[in-house]
């Protein structure tokens, strides 16, 4: 996979989706890592993060984002965003738990 500069989230999200063919979203539940458009779940084992691009907030260098660039071992590939906010609702423990391939 080529390795990109993005200047924001969108134009991250929207050249791994158009471009590269990561057309998925994923989300961590309680459990496990679902699919939201194939309905699938994953375990994290079942995963690989190919890559990751992480923004700063604008206003507050705190506010972070991560966007993850993710394939299943059934080849679906797909987009994973992760706040760092106080308002998010994602299972970070299980991201953690996916395996990373090291660049």
Excluded at 9 to 33: C, K, M, P, R
Excluded at 48 to 76: H, W
């Amino acid at each position: 996979m080529k390795k990109y500069n993005f200047d924001t989230l969108s134009e991250a999200v929207n050249t791994l989706t158009q471009e590269e063919g990561y057309t998925e979203d994923f989300e961590a539940e309680d459990n496990f890592i679902k699919a939201l458009y194939s309905k699938k779940q994953y375990q994290p084992s079942e995963l690989k993060i190919l890559s990751s691009y992480r923004f700063e907030g604008m206003t507050n260098p705190g506010d972070q984002t991560t966007v993850f660039a993710i394939e299943a071992n059934d080849g679906t590939k797909g987009t994973m965003v992760m706040s760092y906010s106080a308002e998010h609702s994602q299972n970070v423990e299980l991201i953690r738990q996916i395996p990373s391939e090291k660049n």
